[in-house]
Structure formats: structure tokens, C-alpha cells
């Protein structure tokens, strides 16, 4: 069998698996690149197979950095079958159109600008007509059901603890009359975490892929982490200011949603604190996830579920307020006094959240609070390097308020989790594949992995291939060249946003409009053009 790794490689987004197998041509998530102008580009390049040609797809789960790029699969021409969890069915058909929404609305946006300078227009990487037909080709799979694509080739989908619907995939292979195992362990969620239920055990396995967004640190203080949370929201309100929450609509923002309604049943202080403010989720997305949460409780842990029992939901504190329309949005902006926002998306590179961010960043009493990862170069992950002015909708920003991070919000396992569930597995692999992740961590969790079970490591780059069978001999390849890294990319990137601002600047010379604070922006922008330009020198 041979697989090749088309993303997620030495990168944390764009999962992406492709097998051929006895015959069959299939996918493992088929998911979108996120961060930046530089991994929007890989998003738009041609699949190196052809889609028509593919069998069938297995999802992992819901997220777009794992099941974004679907609809352009089909826009292709895929027309197999997608299969699982029933949850995740449920989310890709709110989720899916939402992605196809943010990519139509960003080409019209850039589009304006290019007509009137009488460029090309540029075509979205697929529309919403596109996420509502590939909407067809999935079907749900239930944990633990055995789904036999033929003689030769079986899987199963386990709960992976990431978020509702989230599966790891035991893939059972026969070839040459030999039978082997193949365990994806898709993104492994904490144990202990509310709402969701512990990741499975496996019994073991040949070969295991392995995320290991966090293979290289531990998640500080996971004991703490809601009372931390509470303590921070605390301490905004009582100095009148608000606290706004970048959130991935689906998984992160009803996690935090349940922490606060849990300590609202506490009549505590704290409790009576909070409840004397508004809080609102402003995230379409976010709203109709909740109604999928509703409908799929049989996914919740015993505590969640002991709630229901008692006829609390614990996913709508009773001063949630769900926020719909533009307009109610933009009514944010002028709300006076403290109030909790949630609003995604949870990196800051799209969606309303830049908004509130343009509106509250300045202000000292207000605190932006990230719960989840941050991938380089977005928005988000230049806030927690502590960047102190942020550019946002073309406007500079002065960053004055506080900015917290609780990392053990993260819905992925750290390097002490991943590590206990490999230990819990009878027969441990001898080859593993360590996946999604930034290099440096890749590089310190296989060393980690070596240490602890002597296994052979591998660390696929995109576009490798790698040939495996029954023996468990591995032989490597490369499918296509590597694109330029992603660090050079983003310097592409931010010496076009530069371009710009020139021409921007050009046209406000002409008409005599330009102000000295912006003739300020546009000179540090010309400062840090010409630092990039000497670090791509001194790199070549």
C-alpha cells in the first residue's frame, strides 16, 4: 500500500491522507490550510490525483483544517461516499456552507478592488451551491461499527475526545493474504474535559499516524483552568470593561459556555458577578452547532449528562444571548458597560471577531482571551507574541488590552497525553507517522517517542510518499516538490500587503489626503520590508 501526505506534514492544518491500496484510491480527511496569505495559496492548488478517481473518503471529524477543501474536492469531480460519525455529518452540513460563505464574501471584497484597478477577477476556491452537493455524498457511521469496503480492506471510527463526532480510524488492511492495522489517531482530545467524553483505548496496531500539535509541551495548570477562566472573567467585569473570547464556533465556545453555566449554579459570588452581565456568542456558526449539540446528547460525559437529568442544559447559561443578524453584530460595538463576547473564528483571520477586536483592542479595561491554538502568522498568534500594534480591515490598532491565553483549553492532548495513550496499548506499533504539527514539535515528540518505546520515527514532509505492507518494511519517496516554506511565503505575503499600502498611498498623495500618522505607518511598513528583504538575502 502506498500513502502520501498531501498536508497536515511538518504543518498543523490542511489534514490530508492519500492511499492507494489492492485497487482502491481513498482519503483520509481531505481538510483545509489555515494561518495566512501564504497557506490560503495551498488551498488553490490542483489535487495531485484525480478526484473522479477516488473511492471513498474517511472524515475524522468536523474542523475545516480537516474537512474544508471537501466541497473543491468535489467541485472536481469526487462523487464517493464520506464516511463518518453522525455528528459530523450534522456539523459539515452547518459548517461547510459557513466556509463556502467566508470564501465567497473575501473574493467579492478583493474583486471590487481589482475591477477598479482593471485586473482579472479571481474565482473562489468553491461556492455555496458546491458545499451544499457534496452535502450528498456523506453517511453516517456509528462508534464501534465495522464498515467493510471489500474482502481486503475494513475500518473502524473510535471516539477520539476532540470534539462531538471526533474519531480515530482503525484501518485494517489485507494484502498478499496477510492481514495488518493502520490507527489514525486524527486529533486526540484531553481527558477530563467537559462535555466530551475520554479518547478511546486501542488495543494496538503496525502503523501509527499520531498528531502532535502539542507532542513538545505540557498544558499548564489543566486543574486550574476553569477557575482561571471564571477568575479572569471576573476581574474584567469588576474594572468595567468586557471580555472578548476568539472561539472556534463548534467544540471551544460550548466548552466555555459550560464552564460558565456550571459555576451560575453555584450561587456563588463569582456566580452572582457574572450574572449581572450580558453575555453573547456572535457567531451564526456557533448558534446552529448548539442545536446540533442538542440533538446529539448520547456524545455528552456522565457529568453533562447528569445535568439533563436534572433539566439544566448546560450548554445555555441563562444571560447567553445568541447573536444572529450584521446589524445585532455590529450593535456590539456601541455597547456600553461590561459584557462577555464569544465570536469566532477562534485564530482571528475572518469572521466578526475582527470586528470586536477592532472596537475593544485599544481599550485598557477590556481582555482578549484565547482558549484555543494559535497558528503562526494569523491574527491571533501575533497578539500572543505580544505584537503591539495589529493591522486590521487596513487600519493599524493599538493593542492596550490585556491579552490571556489558558492553553489547557486546547482541544488537543499534549505530549504527556499522547504518550499515556500509547502506553495503554497492548501491542504497541513499530512505525509510527507523526502528523499535524509544527516541525520543532514533530522533532522533540519523536525523540520522545524514541526514548520512551524505541520506535522507528518517521516525519513526513508534504508530498512524501511512503510504500508499507504486512512486513512493515517502509520505503520513502516524494510525490511532488515541496512549495516554499511557509516562512518565505509569508514574507511574499506581507511584502504584497506592503504593495498596497503604496498604492493606496500613491493615490492619496495624488488627491493631497494623506495624514502624518499615516505617512508613519506606511514608513514602519517600509522599515520592516526592508528587514525581510535582508533576511531573505542572508538566507540565500
Request: glycine share 6%.
Amino acid at each position: 500500500m502506498k500513502v502520501t501526505f498531501l498536508g497536515a506534514a511538518q504543518t498543523v492544518t490542511g489534514s490530508c491522507y492519500y492511499f492507494e491500496c489492492e485497487g482502491k484510491k481513498f482519503l483520509i480527511d481531505c481538510g483545509m490550510f489555515q494561518g495566512g496569505h501564504a497557506e490560503d495559496e495551498l488551498n488553490f492548488e490542483v489535487f495531485p490525483f484525480n478526484p473522479s478517481e477516488i473511492d471513498f473518503m474517511i472524515l475524522s471529524h468536523a474542523h475545516i483544517d480537516h474537512s474544508g477543501r471537501i466541497p473543491k474536492l468535489y467541485k472536481d469531480g469526487f462523487r464517493g461516499i464520506i464516511y463518518t460519525t453522525d455528528a459530523t455529518v450534522d456539523l459539515c452540513s452547518i459548517m461547510l456552507p459557513d466556509s463556502a460563505h467566508i470564501q465567497e464574501s473575501d473574493v467579492e471584497w478583493k474583486n471590487k478592488k481589482r475591477k477598479r484597478e482593471g485586473r482579472e477577477e479571481l474565482k473562489p476556491l468553491y461556492t455555496i451551491d458546491d458545499a451544499y452537493a457534496c452535502l450528498d455524498l456523506f453517511s453516517g457511521v456509528k462508534y464501534e461499527e465495522v464498515i467493510e469496503i471489500d474482502s481486503n480492506l475494513r475500518f473502524v471510527l473510535k471516539d477520539a475526545g476532540h470534539m462531538l463526532g471526533s474519531a480515530i480510524v482503525e484501518l485494517y488492511i489485507t494484502e498478499n493474504e496477510k492481514e495488518y492495522k493502520l490507527v489514525f489517531s486524527g486529533d486526540l482530545g484531553n481527558r477530563n474535559v467537559p462535555i466530551l467524553k475520554d479518547p478511546s483505548t486501542i488495543d494496538g496496531c503496525d502503523y501509527l499516524f499520531i498528531e502532535s500539535t502539542y507532542g513538545d509541551r505540557l498544558h499548564e495548570d489543566v486543574e486550574n483552568k476553569s477557575k482561571r477562566l471564571i477568575r479572569i472573567i471576573c476581574d474584567t467585569i469588576s474594572n468595567g470593561g468586557k471580555v472578548i473570547i476568539p472561539s472556534f464556533a463548534v467544540g471551544r465556545t460550548q466548552e466555555i459556555l459550560y464552564e460558565i453555566a456550571k459555576v451560575l449554579t453555584t450561587g456563588s459570588d463569582e456566580a452572582k458577578l457574572i450574572q449581572s452581565v450580558e453575555i453573547f456568542v456572535d457567531s451564526p456558526l456557533a448558534t446552529s452547532a448548539s442545536g446540533v449539540y442538542k440533538k446529539h446528547i448520547d456524545y455528552f460525559d456522565e457529568e453533562a449528562a447528569e445535568f439533563i437529568k436534572k433539566g439544566i442544559y448546560p450548554l445555555e447559561p441563562k444571560n447567553l444571548k445568541f447573536v444572529r443578524t450584521a446589524d445585532e453584530s455590529k450593535m456590539l460595538n456601541d455597547y456600553e458597560g461590561s459584557c462577555i463576547i464569544i465570536s469566532s473564528s477562534g485564530m482571528c483571520e475572518a469572521g466578526r471577531i475582527k470586528h470586536h477586536l477592532k472596537h475593544n483592542l485599544w481599550k485598557k479595561n477590556n481582555t482578549i482571551l484565547f482558549v484555543g491554538y494559535q497558528a503562526p502568522n494569523t491574527l491571533g498568534r501575533k497578539l500572543l507574541d505580544g505584537q503591539k500594534k495589529v493591522k486590521i480591515f487596513g487600519e493599524e490598532i493599538e493593542v492596550k488590552a490585556k491579552i490571556e491565553y489558558i492553553e489547557a483549553y486546547s482541544g488537543h492532548a499534549d505530549k504527556n497525553g499522547l504518550i499515556k495513550w500509547i502506553d495503554s496499548m497492548k501491542n504497541k506499533p513499530q512505525q509510527v507517522f507523526i502528523v499535524h504539527g509544527e516541525k520543532e514539535s514533530q522533532v522533540e515528540f519523536a525523540q520522545e517517542l524514541k526514548r520512551n518505546f524505541d520506535f522507528d520515527v518517521h516525519i513526513p514532509a508534504r508530498g512524501e510518499f511512503y510504500v508499507i505492507g504486512p512486513e512493515q518494511i517502509v520505503t520513502k519517496d516524494r510525490l511532488f516538490s515541496e512549495s516554499p516554506s511557509f516562512v518565505n511565503l509569508s514574507i511574499l505575503a506581507q511584502i504584497e500587503d506592503i504593495e498596497d499600502d503604496l498604492n493606496r498611498l500613491k493615490e492619496h498623495i495624488k488627491s493631497a489626503s494623506v495624514s502624518p500618522e499615516r505617512l508613519n505607518a506606511i514608513n514602519s511598513n517600509l522599515e520592516e520590508l526592508r528587514y525581510l528583504i535582508s533576511l531573505a538575502l542572508n538566507d540565500y
